[in-house]
Protein backbone atom coordinates (compact mmCIF):
# COMPACT_ATOMS: atom_id res chain seq x y z
CA UNK A 1 0.00 0.00 0.00
CA UNK A 2 1.39 3.30 -0.90
CA UNK A 3 2.15 5.95 1.58
CA UNK A 4 2.35 9.33 2.37
CA UNK A 5 3.89 10.96 5.29
CA UNK A 6 3.81 14.93 5.94
CA UNK A 7 6.09 16.96 8.08
CA UNK A 8 6.99 20.87 8.26
CA UNK A 9 4.16 22.02 9.49
CA UNK A 10 4.10 24.31 12.78
CA UNK A 11 2.89 27.35 13.69
CA UNK A 12 3.79 31.28 11.76
CA UNK A 13 2.84 34.74 12.06
CA UNK A 14 1.08 36.15 9.22
CA UNK A 15 3.76 37.13 6.67
CA UNK A 16 5.87 34.44 7.60
CA UNK A 17 6.85 31.30 4.90
CA UNK A 18 6.90 27.29 5.89
CA UNK A 19 7.71 24.55 3.89
CA UNK A 20 6.20 21.18 3.59
CA UNK A 21 7.37 18.26 2.95
CA UNK A 22 5.61 14.78 1.99
CA UNK A 23 7.72 11.57 1.44
CA UNK A 24 5.98 8.55 -0.57
CA UNK A 25 6.69 5.31 0.06
CA UNK A 26 5.45 1.83 -1.29
CA UNK A 27 5.37 3.04 -4.44
CA UNK A 28 7.87 0.74 -6.28
CA UNK A 29 8.55 2.41 -9.49
CA UNK A 30 5.42 3.58 -10.19
CA UNK A 31 5.21 7.93 -10.26
CA UNK A 32 2.30 9.64 -9.22
CA UNK A 33 0.87 13.05 -9.76
CA UNK A 34 1.18 14.76 -6.18
CA UNK A 35 -1.01 17.58 -4.58
CA UNK A 36 -1.50 19.16 -1.71
CA UNK A 37 -5.19 19.62 -0.07
CA UNK A 38 -6.26 22.01 2.85
CA UNK A 39 -8.99 21.21 5.46
CA UNK A 40 -10.45 24.61 8.24
CA UNK A 41 -12.16 23.33 10.74
CA UNK A 42 -16.21 23.38 9.53
CA UNK A 43 -14.91 23.37 5.53
CA UNK A 44 -14.75 21.42 2.65
CA UNK A 45 -11.51 20.07 1.31
CA UNK A 46 -9.93 22.65 -0.51
CA UNK A 47 -7.48 22.24 -3.41
CA UNK A 48 -3.75 24.37 -3.07
CA UNK A 49 -1.45 22.75 -5.38
CA UNK A 50 -0.98 19.87 -7.73
CA UNK A 51 2.27 18.79 -9.62
CA UNK A 52 2.19 16.56 -12.72
CA UNK A 53 4.51 13.32 -12.79
CA UNK A 54 7.26 14.75 -14.35
CA UNK A 55 7.29 18.15 -12.30
CA UNK A 56 6.47 20.14 -15.77
CA UNK A 57 3.73 21.28 -14.82
CA UNK A 58 1.65 22.57 -11.75
CA UNK A 59 -1.31 24.31 -11.13
CA UNK A 60 -2.35 26.53 -7.92
CA UNK A 61 -5.71 27.01 -6.18
CA UNK A 62 -6.76 30.76 -6.31
CA UNK A 63 -6.41 31.39 -3.08
CA UNK A 64 -2.71 30.73 -3.19
CA UNK A 65 -1.79 31.50 -6.39
CA UNK A 66 1.60 33.90 -6.43
CA UNK A 67 1.90 32.83 -2.52
CA UNK A 68 2.84 29.18 -2.34
CA UNK A 69 5.32 26.49 -4.68
CA UNK A 70 5.02 23.08 -5.12
CA UNK A 71 8.09 20.94 -6.10
CA UNK A 72 8.98 17.34 -6.34
CA UNK A 73 11.84 15.43 -6.40
CA UNK A 74 11.23 11.48 -8.08
CA UNK A 75 15.02 10.66 -6.87
CA UNK A 76 14.15 11.24 -3.20
CA UNK A 77 10.44 10.44 -4.01
CA UNK A 78 9.19 13.86 -2.11
CA UNK A 79 7.34 16.71 -2.82
CA UNK A 80 7.25 19.79 -0.90
CA UNK A 81 5.17 23.27 -0.65
CA UNK A 82 6.41 26.16 -0.01
CA UNK A 83 4.30 28.89 1.46
CA UNK A 84 5.10 32.14 1.57
CA UNK A 85 3.66 35.68 2.89
CA UNK A 86 1.09 33.45 5.00
CA UNK A 87 -2.28 34.49 5.94
CA UNK A 88 -4.44 33.51 9.04
CA UNK A 89 -6.70 32.27 6.30
CA UNK A 90 -4.18 29.64 5.81
CA UNK A 91 -4.44 28.14 8.89
CA UNK A 92 -5.72 24.38 8.17
CA UNK A 93 -4.58 20.82 8.31
CA UNK A 94 -2.47 20.34 4.73
CA UNK A 95 -2.79 16.69 2.94
CA UNK A 96 -0.51 15.52 0.68
CA UNK A 97 -1.98 13.48 -1.65
CA UNK A 98 -1.23 10.92 -5.01
CA UNK A 99 -2.86 9.83 -7.69
CA UNK A 100 -3.13 8.89 -11.40
CA UNK A 101 -5.16 11.32 -12.32
CA UNK A 102 -3.68 15.48 -13.13
CA UNK A 103 -6.85 16.62 -11.32
CA UNK A 104 -8.20 19.11 -8.83
CA UNK A 105 -10.94 17.06 -6.87
CA UNK A 106 -9.75 15.13 -3.73
CA UNK A 107 -11.80 11.92 -5.06
CA UNK A 108 -9.61 12.06 -7.43
CA UNK A 109 -6.68 10.86 -5.47
CA UNK A 110 -6.29 7.73 -4.70
CA UNK A 111 -3.56 7.79 -1.50
CA UNK A 112 -3.26 10.39 0.96
CA UNK A 113 -0.91 11.48 4.08
CA UNK A 114 -2.40 11.53 7.67
CA UNK A 115 -2.03 15.81 7.36
CA UNK A 116 -0.31 18.37 9.40
CA UNK A 117 -1.21 21.55 10.84
CA UNK A 118 -0.31 24.81 9.94
CA UNK A 119 -1.69 27.62 12.15
CA UNK A 120 -0.93 31.18 11.18
CA UNK A 121 -1.52 34.11 13.35
CA UNK A 122 -1.90 37.66 12.88
Known amino acids: QVQLEESGGGSAQAGDSLRLSCRISNNGDRVYHMAWFRQAPGKAREFVAT????????RYGDSVKGRFVISRDNVDGTAALEMNALKPEDTAVYFCAAGEIFAFDPPDYAFWGQGTQVTVSS
Open 51 to 58: ISMGGSDT
